[in-house]
């Protein structure tokens, strides 16, 4: 959903963290990538991208913790893209969507 509605890449949104999270928007300045952790962005700037309030709400919910909002170690390191990936490969078959 945090994808759809901002046109963030994967890496953009597996580097967010909690103090990158504001009620009117998220704060992208850096990527998360695999091999050499936090890089700057593509473009290399810092963005302030708007989110609607039920996103904001979403992600407080699902960020019950400090550090990396899209985490499987309670924010000390971002999930993987390959999780990620699997996760949509699955809500897409759900829907019927092979």
Same mark, same amino acid.
């Given at each position: 959903?945090?994808?759809? @509605?901002? !046109?963030?890449?994967? !890496? #953009?949104?597996? +580097?967010?963290? =909690? *103090?990158?999270?504001? =009620?009117?928007?998220?704060?992208?300045?850096?990527?998360?990538?695999?091999?050499?952790?936090?890089?700057? /962005? =593509?473009?290399?700037?810092?963005?302030?991208?708007?989110?609607?309030?039920?996103?904001? #709400? $979403? @992600?407080?919910?699902?960020? +019950?913790?400090?550090?990396?909002?899209?985490?499987? +170690?309670? !924010? #000390? /390191?971002?999930? /993987?893209?390959?999780?990620?990936?699997? +996760?949509?490969? $699955?809500?897409?078959? *759900?829907?019927?969507?092979?």
């Amino acid at each position: 959903m945090t994808a759809a @509605l901002t !046109g963030c890449r994967q !890496g #953009e949104l597996l +580097s967010l963290r =909690k *103090e990158d999270l504001f =009620k009117d928007h998220i704060q992208v300045d850096h990527s998360w990538h695999i091999r050499y952790g936090m890089v700057p /962005t =593509k473009t290399k700037v810092k963005a302030p991208v708007p989110i609607p309030p039920f996103l904001f #709400e $979403a @992600l407080m919910d699902f960020a +019950s913790w400090d550090g990396y909002l899209f985490s499987f +170690s309670n !924010g #000390e /390191t971002p999930c /993987t893209g390959n999780r990620v990936t699997d +996760s949509l490969y $699955a809500a897409l078959a *759900e829907i019927g969507i092979p």
